[in-house]
């Protein structure tokens, strides 16, 4: 930490004693992005200079990319030369970046080189939060400079300090160019001064570039950006598609269906592994629009009218305008992917035309191929027929994997590996497929895809066709990245099995960014509570969003249903619920008749006999009914107990109706 002055290497941020902070391998240890072929920098993993520290992001986003170029000697073992690589990333231990990197005051950075342009697609250095926290720091310090001006000029030291940047300032390398150019700007006034010229001599030579050059290099960047499709062959686009992560950080959607306006911010990682989103809601809030809005404009132009969907008809009713929206912000994508739909167009109009990641969209009927259903998805990477059509099929997992010719036996047992872990299945259950069919093989039994049940097959064909993709374009599924679009994520699955799927499907597939949708609380469970958000229809029609969510692990299952994630007034039945209510309604009476008084105390006695387990409700009545339940509950713990013992434990026990 002391020699990145407890900042990340890459972006600069500051790293607090809280700030869960990544020690990263300059050349990845184990895999190479780039380089199918090879078994990482193994020798490496604990050499002290191909370690730095970076912020969980920066790491993340890097993976396991090391690029270098096309006519250069990637080294392959200890004994090889390590300076015949050429490495495309700046090293930040043994160069300077700011001769490869320049900022402006907008926060926005760009490449001067080369290289510099691939370390800010690698880190992802012009993400979102990132690019506004060099923004505000930037106009604070501005503004701050232009205060101090007339004191710089008289050599005052305090404001000759203010205008230095020192090395352990969070984002010095940004801060520094503004100072560079403030000063040059300001040379008439700087110049009747010692101090002032020392600064003035400072800035020329790092020759700071202009805000109209930084403009045309981020013109360049940005053609270059989507100069590229997912699903080209050719040897350059599959560079572009592997050279930067692309992430989903911003989702904007208008008068899409039943939508009217939604903005969507993609969780922050809050570790190494990829961030989910969780969308929760009553049905008809607009949860599986959200997925299929999101996957129309990903997929391109082409996929999004070839689905034979009337385009028209999802332009929200009375809507105000005669078109609608979706805008998908990436990271490492200056511009957002804009699809368009409307009254006066014909089909979706999405920019840029081609996709530019995997997709892959899953809707709640998640089947292998069997007679009756329809035709499975034939597209490598763009994979959301089953989204958009129950009746789709998903990819026959069993020929597939069946297949010796298209899956090598390492790629057979990651795959076998992965459905170990997302079907709970012990260590001693192995795959095989020597029968030429894959078969599951526990020490008394062998049983084959086909023969296990929906809710097994469910989660085979969805981890198998999701492997089935991302092996099209990457070595490993620990590595590969794409956008998992998930509706109704506990379709099929055992109580036991739903509260341990996200985690499961986090281990197998730890940089897939995965939005799904649920009902049940017990899949929230692996989740973190910035990764929930719950959808709510106003009176007015309008999508509220809830994002406001406490610590998930302490909460039971129960509890999660009666909280406002799911709104349930109880987990109770109805009939106890009626109960409840009337109840409530004799408790107000000041004068119950005869009838009342014997069906309240009949009442009373059948709710004291529930358990007091239960969420408590604010209103005055809940509170007495939670209190009949608190005395039952107490008459029964103290049973044979003392007089004296009871009068104790009834002192610390405090009836709802009488707490402050």
Not at 255 to 264: C, E, G
Not at 491 to 519: A, D, G, Q, Y
Not at 616 to 627: E, K, Q, S
Request: aromatic share 6%; proline share 5%; hydrophobic share 40%.
């Amino acid at each position: 930490m002391k020699v990145f002055r407890s900042k990340c290497a890459a972006c600069e941020s500051r790293l607090g004693v809280n700030t869960f902070v990544s020690v990263a391998h300059f050349r990845p240890k184990s895999v190479v992005v780039e380089d199918k072929s090879s078994q990482g920098y193994w020798w490496l993993a604990y050499d002290w200079d191909n370690l730095f520290v970076l912020c969980p992001r920066c790491n993340q986003m890097k993976g396991a990319r090391f690029p270098i170029p096309i006519n250069a000697k990637r080294a392959l073992s200890p004994g090889d030369n390590l300076s015949n690589e050429r490495p495309l990333l700046l090293n930040p231990c043994v160069e300077d970046p700011n001769a490869h990197l320049a900022f402006d005051d907008s926060g926005l950075v760009v490449g001067q080189t080369e290289r510099g342009r691939i370390t800010i697609e690698i880190y992802g250095l012009n993400r979102e939060e990132l690019v506004s926290a060099r923004q505000l720091a930037i106009a604070n310090k501005l503004d701050l400079w232009r205060v101090s001006l007339n004191e710089i000029r008289r050599s005052d030291q305090t404001a000759v300090d203010r205008l230095a940047v020192g090395e352990d300032v969070e984002y010095a390398a940004a801060l520094r160019a503004a100072s560079h150019r403030f000063v040059l700007e300001n040379e008439r006034a700087l110049m009747h001064s010692a101090v002032g010229r020392r600064f003035i001599g400072r800035a020329r030579k790092a020759r700071p570039i202009g805000h109209e050059q930084i403009e045309r290099l981020a013109s360049a960047a940005k053609r270059k950006e989507v100069a590229y499709s997912v699903e080209s062959a050719a040897d350059t686009d599959s560079a572009a598609f592997l050279a930067a992560r692309r992430r989903i950080e911003r989702i904007e959607i208008r008068d899409f269906k039943s939508i009217k306006q939604l903005s969507i911010r993609f969780p922050v990682p809050q570790s190494e592994d990829e961030a989910w989103l969780m969308l929760l809601g009553e049905n008809a809030t607009g949860k599986s629009s959200v997925l299929q809005a999101v996957a129309l404009a990903l997929m391109g132009s082409a996929h999004a009218n070839a689905l034979g969907l009337d385009a028209k008809s999802f332009l929200r009713h009375n809507a105000d305008s005669r078109e609608g929206s979706v805008e998908v912000h990436l990271t490492n994508l200056n511009d957002p992917v804009r699809m368009t739909f409307g009254k006066d167009v014909d089909g979706f109009q999405v920019t840029p035309a081609e996709p530019k990641v995997l997709l892959l969209g899953y809707g709640a009927t998640r089947l292998l191929p069997r007679p009756g259903l329809g035709a499975s998805d034939e597209n490598k990477y763009i994979r959301i027929k089953n989204l958009f059509d129950p009746t789709a099929p998903l990819n026959d997992a069993e020929a597939w994997l069946s297949d010796k010719t298209k899956v090598s036996q390492d790629k057979f047992e990651e795959v076998a590996e992965a459905l170990r872990e997302a079907l709970l299945l012990p260590p001693t259950v192995k795959a095989d497929r020597e029968r030429g069919h894959v078969e599951f093989v526990h020490p008394d039994d062998r049983l084959r895809l086909s023969d296990l049940s929906d809710g097994y097959q469910s989660v085979i064909a969805m981890v198998a066709d999701i492997a089935f993709c991302v092996f099209e374009k990457w070595g490993s599924i620990e590595e590969a990245e794409a956008i998992v679009l998930l509706d109704e994520i506990e379709v099929h699955l055992h109580p036991r099995w739903k509260m341990t799927i996200v985690e499961r499907l986090r281990r197998c597939f730890p940089r897939l960014s995965f939005i799904t949708t649920t009902h049940d609380p017990l899949c929230l469970r692996g989740l973190h509570s910035n990764e929930v958000m719950v959808l709510r229809r106003a009176a007015d029609g309008a999508i509220d969003t809830l994002t406001d969510i406490p610590d998930l692990d302490s909460y039971r299952a129960d509890q999660l249903l009666t909280s406002p994630l799911f709104d349930l007034v109880t987990t109770r039945g109805p009939r106890t619920e009626e109960d409840r209510a009337r109840y409530g309604v004799l408790l107000e009476k000041k004068r119950r008749s005869p009838a009342e008084e014997a069906e309240y105390l009949e009442l009373e006695a059948k709710l004291g006999a529930l358990s007091i387990d239960e969420t408590v409700r604010p209103d005055t009545a809940a509170a007495r009914i939670d209190d009949v339940n608190l005395d039952a509950a107490v008459q029964q713990i103290t049973a044979g107990l003392s007089e004296e013992i009871r009068r104790q434990i009834a002192k610390v026990i405090v009836p709802a109706g009488e707490a402050e």
